[in-house]
C-alpha cells in the first residue's frame, strides 16, 4: 500500500471519530485543554490499535466477528446518543450535572464504537499480506487530528446559548444516524428492504 492508499483509508475512517467529537464538543461547549487531549489520544489509540487487532487475528476469526461487530458498534453509539438527547431535552438546572463524555466508560465506548470498522480493516490489510505498523500510525495520528477539529467545531457550536439544547439533540441524532449507517453498511438491515 502506498501513503496515499493509507492516508484516504485513515480520512475514511476518521469521519465516525469526527461526527462523534462534533457531538461531544457541542455537548460539552466549553472543551479544556485536558478534554481536547483525553478524547483525542483515545480515539487515535483506538483506531491505530484496532487494524493491528484486526491483523493479527487474520483469517482465523474473521467470520466470527464480521458477524457481530456492526451491532456492537450500532449498541454503544445509540446508548450514548440517546443519552446525549435525553440529557439536552432535560430543564436547565439539571443541564449543569452533565456528564462528561471525554472521561470513564462513555470515552472507551466511544472510542470502541468509532473504531470497530479499523478492525475489519485490519484484517483486509492482513490478507494483503502487507505490513500493518505503518498503515495504524497513519490511522492513529489522522482520527486524533480530525478529533481535535471536530471537538473544536462542536465546542464552537455549543457554546451559543440558544442553540445548545439543539445542538445537543443534533448530536445525539449524529450518533445515531452513524450506528444505523454502520448496520447498513453491513447489510444487517437488509431484511427491511
Known amino acids: 500500500m502506498d501513503f496515499i492508499n493509507i492516508f484516504a483509508l485513515a480520512v475514511a475512517l476518521a469521519m465516525d471519530a ?9 455537548r ?11 478524547l483525542a489520544w483515545h ?17 482465523t476469526v474473521r467470520d466470527q466477528i464480521e458477524r457481530f461487530d456492526h451491532w456492537i458498534a450500532f449498541g454503544l453509539l445509540t446508548f450514548v446518543g440517546v443519552n446525549m438527547i435525553r440529557e ?8 449543569k450535572e452533565k456528564h462528561d463524555p471525554t472521561r470513564g466508560l462513555t470515552l472507551v465506548m466511544l472510542s470502541v464504537a468509532t473504531s470497530i470498522d479499523a478492525l475489519a480493516v485490519g484484517l483486509t490489510i492482513s490478507m494483503l499480506q502487507v505490513s500493518i505498523w505503518l498503515p495504524a500510525i497513519i490511522i492513529g495520528l489522522v482520527a486524533g487530528a480530525f478529533t481535535v477539529v471536530g471537538l473544536h467545531l462542536g465546542k464552537s457550536v455549543g457554546s451559543a446559548e440558544r442553540l445548545s439544547p439543539v445542538a445537543g439533540v443534533l448530536g445525539g441524532v449524529v450518533l445515531l444516524g452513524i450506528g444505523v449507517k454502520i448496520l447498513i453498511e453491513h447489510k444487517a438491515l437488509a431484511f427491511l428492504f
Do not use: H, N, Y
Open 18 to 26: 469526527f461526527a462523534v467529537a462534533i457531538a461531544t464538543g457541542v
Open 43 to 59: 480515539f487515535g489509540l483506538f483506531q491505530a490499535l484496532m487494524p493491528i487487532i484486526g491483523w493479527a487475528a487474520g483469517l
Open 28 to 38: 460539552l461547549k466549553r472543551v479544556s485543554l485536558r478534554q481536547f487531549f483525553r
Open 88 to 95: 439536552a431535552c432535560k430543564l436547565e438546572e439539571d443541564a
